[in-house]
């Protein structure tokens, strides 16, 4: 009775640890040719944990499937488990973006194309002058592009090879064709492109020129080239460093173009002002090696209004100050002494240049310091262009006492149609400054508008009256054109 009693126990508990085992189900996971992922048990209304995605050499893992027609995806943090149960992972090949630069010529879309795929080969680009001669794997035409061989494996930039069309016309370019081009340029700052190209003896005319610009391979802005209307030519524009490359074609008589045969390369460092304004004489010497000699390429970089490469160009005897439509006061440029004939401050002095508005907002100022070499203090506005009344003013004018300065002796020059050529002077006598303002819409035949006297003029810093150790335009809304900016110690008459 006793040994019966202790096998009913334990067949009893036997029975009670088998009703009470939870019941499970294998997960089996399917990866499609993918790499293996090992099968789960998973309790009854349990969730699967997610495992590491498998690998698949081409494809991309889109994750795992409760059908193989992958229609609906398993979502492991809802989905129970009821059964047992197959789970199916879906793939896409991997694709790679097959970009086309069609360095100038018409434009070609990029396209997608699966790993080790090879690219359809595109309608060829076309570019007026030139003939099309291939893709290319580097943009040094080294290697060309095999699109019945050559497989993609990666993110792929082709390059289009160019060769000028042999063409007859009586169109010459020039020994030097790009005419004294700069060859180097400052980040944002818009460098003038010059030609010297003829047709039947006769220079070409601007509207027959085409230039073009190819930009590094590594940069994220492209350069641009358009025209400045009021000076008939055309600039470039770069804003990151790097080596571009110029091309000149003309249209001859007969509507053929005709390619240059040289090219001319331009190196842009960055134009980027260091904070603390630490490398503002490196930026200044950049811009004035731009053009050497050109007075007005001279920026007045200041910390509390940064960089204004991009509303400048400059050229051989030009700078352009453009805000495309923006107002603010602006110091553009400062002129030190060193840049004045005889590179020393000036007792009397005659600034000339000629002046183009390009809108016909308020004014532009010539902001004066004067003293020494060393020790000069700001000494007012000596001259004041006010486009907006047709009308400029000088230091103790007849109207200099009027609001803001907003008025001038000098009334009705057409400052708003442009251009007008000035001649600002001084003579220091006895102690008496005497300033004269000339004008003339030619260049070539000058009035004298306004004579202004100073007395009791000191060599005191900051003095009207003391040497002129340099000056600013100060721009005021008004954007502008400024050539052919000079200061001499020879001081203007009509005598």
């Given at each position: 009775m006793k040994k019966f009693l202790s096998l009913f126990i334990f067949l009893l508990l036997v029975f009670t640890l088998i009703g009470c085992k939870e019941t499970t189900y294998k997960v089996s996971f399917d990866s499609n040719g993918g790499s293996s992922v090992a099968a789960v048990d998973v309790v009854k209304d349990g969730l699967v944990k997610k495992p590491t995605a498998p690998t698949k050499d081409g494809f991309e893992f889109k994750g795992w499937f409760k059908d193989e027609e992958f229609e609906t995806a398993w979502d492991f943090e809802k989905d129970k488990v009821t059964g047992e149960l197959t789970l199916y992972a879906k793939w896409e090949p991997v694709k790679f973006k097959v970009t086309f630069d069609s360095k100038g010529g018409s434009s070609v879309a990029a396209v997608d194309v699966e790993k080790d795929g090879l690219v359809a080969?595109?309608?060829?680009?076309?570019?007026?002058?030139?003939?099309?001669?291939?893709?290319?794997?580097?943009?040094?035409?080294?290697?060309?592009?095999?699109?019945?061989?050559?497989?993609?494996?990666?993110?792929?930039?082709?390059?289009?090879?160019?060769?000028?069309?042999?063409?007859?016309?009586?169109?010459?370019?020039?020994?030097?064709?790009?005419?004294?081009?700069?060859?180097?340029?400052?980040?944002?700052?818009?460098?003038?492109?010059?030609?010297?190209?003829?047709?039947?003896?006769?220079?070409?005319?601007?509207?027959?020129?085409?230039?073009?610009?190819?930009?590094?391979?590594?940069?994220?802005?492209?350069?641009?080239?358009?025209?400045?209307?009021?000076?008939?030519?055309?600039?470039?524009?770069?804003?990151?460093?790097?080596?571009?490359?110029?091309?000149?074609?003309?249209?001859?008589?007969?509507?053929?173009?005709?390619?240059?045969?040289?090219?001319?390369?331009?190196?842009?460092?960055?134009?980027?002002?260091?904070?603390?304004?630490?490398?503002?004489?490196?930026?200044?010497?950049?811009?004035?090696?731009?053009?050497?000699?050109?007075?007005?390429?001279?920026?007045?970089?200041?910390?509390?209004?940064?960089?204004?490469?991009?509303?400048?160009?400059?050229?051989?005897d030009f700078v352009v100050f453009d805000r495309a439509g923006g107002t603010t006061n602006f110091g553009a440029f400062f002129v030190p002494f060193t840049n004045f004939e005889g590179g020393e401050p000036l007792q009397d002095f005659t600034v000339s240049f000629k002046y183009t508005s390009l809108n016909e907002d308020w004014k532009l100022l010539l902001s004066a310091w004067t003293g020494e070499a060393g020790d000069d203090n700001f000494a007012g506005d000596l001259l004041r262009i006010l486009t907006n009344r047709n009308q400029i003013g000088i230091w103790n004018d007849a109207d200099s006492d009027s609001e803001y300065m907003d008025e001038g002796e000098a009334k009705n020059i057409p400052l708003e149609e442009g251009p007008v050529y000035v001649k600002f002077t001084r003579v220091v006598e006895d102690s008496t400054a005497t300033f004269k303002l000339y004008t003339s819409l030619d260049g070539e035949n000058y009035e004298l508008k306004i004579t202004s006297t100073v007395e009791d003029v000191s060599s005191l810093k900051g003095d009207p009256g003391a040497k002129l150790t340099g000056f600013c335009f100060f721009s005021i809304d008004n954007d502008f054109i400024i050539e052919n900016l000079e200061v001499s110690g020879t001081v203007f008459t009509l005598d």
């Open positions: 080969e595109p309608t060829a680009p076309t570019r007026d002058g030139y003939e099309f001669k291939g893709w290319f794997k580097d943009a040094e035409y080294k290697t060309a592009w095999d699109f019945e061989n050559d497989k993609v494996t990666g993110n792929l930039t082709l390059y289009a090879k160019w060769e000028p069309l042999q063409v007859e016309s009586n169109v010459e370019f020039s020994t030097e064709p790009f005419n004294g081009t700069a060859t180097t340029g400052v980040g944002g700052i818009g460098v003038a492109l010059y030609f010297d190209v003829t047709e039947d003896g006769e220079p070409v005319a601007l509207e027959n020129v085409i230039f073009t610009v190819e930009s590094p391979e590594d940069v994220e802005f492209e350069a641009e080239i358009a025209t400045i209307p009021e000076l008939g030519g055309y600039y470039v524009r770069a804003y990151q460093p790097g080596e571009y490359t110029i091309s000149l074609a003309v249209k001859d008589k007969d509507g053929k173009t005709v390619v240059c045969p040289k090219t001319h390369t331009i190196t842009y460092s960055s134009g980027e002002l260091a904070s603390g304004l630490s490398n503002r004489a490196e930026m200044i010497a950049a811009v004035q090696a731009i053009y050497p000699g050109n007075l007005a390429a001279l920026p007045d970089y200041r910390e509390n209004e940064g960089v204004l490469n991009e509303w400048m160009i400059v050229g051989k």
